[in-house]
């Protein structure tokens, strides 16, 4: 009798002790995998599949390659050579494509007609492929400066540990703003289009970002991401506003562009001022700082969506 209930009393205690083995096991193995899986995510995002100076053409297999009409030249991956991000930031020097001639673009992939004015005036289904941007009052031409401005700015994020993918890195690119955008879609993270405004001003009115008119948000792609569109725009110009540089209003002006329509990472153009703006070395580093302080500020706050924007892009690459 006392034998059996010995024995019994070893049974349980014999069962317990298994199964306590296997639950440690399997707490073990969970974790095991998971460590796993984060370490999967940050190898993801060190790991690179482009070479530093590696020249990006467009890929005609990418979603709307098939809407550009200047598209033989390409863009400049840079590389960031200590304390890697992993997060591709696409600049785009705004203008700076010769003979684009009388070669148009559609507005919006779906060929609908435009919503508000600009370079091309509301209700027009076309638009000139790459306009020639606005030259300043003292003579310097626009895509001058957006192309200085774009070189500091990549020197600065490379600097901060990001890579940098110059969509125009010299005088002329052959890739109109479809294909600019084409491109920033299917290779970085974010994309951010460096202008100075033509209003004709005489005086500097300041930096603002173009925002998403009410009537594109329901337009695909727009649709699905427009709020990142515009939280990247906010986030450029509070930037800007910590380095002290003055902002036009509230820093925004809603325009349809043709690079908003076509976007499906953040995306936003970024007018530094107008033809009035003193562009002077000193103030393109000023803005560079403003600029980069936003574009941390936003992928601090927008890591996850950004990830989970590269994962629809890995899997469009099949
Ligand atoms: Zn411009």
Redesign the pocket.
Known sequence: MKLNRNGRILRVFAILLVMLMIVSNLLVETQAKTSKKNSEKTDQRSECAYKNKEKIYLNKNWKYADHAKITSGYAVFYKAKKNRKGIIVGINA??GTSNVGSRKTLCHPDGSAKVTGGTTSAGSTKAIAV?G??TFHDGTR?STV?LRMAKILKKKLLAEGYDVLMIRNSKDVQLDNVARTVICNNVADCHIAL????DGLRYDKGCFYIGVPEKLKSMKPVKNHWEEHEALGKALIKGLKREKIKINGKGRMAVDLTQTSYSTIPSVDV?LGNQASDHSNPTLVKLADGLARGIDRYMKKNLQMIERDAIEKAKREG
């Not at 202008?195 to 033509?198: A, I, P, Q, R, S």
Request: proline letters at 0%.
């Open positions: 705004g203008h306009s941007g606005m626009e957006t202008h100075w405004d033509g007018e």
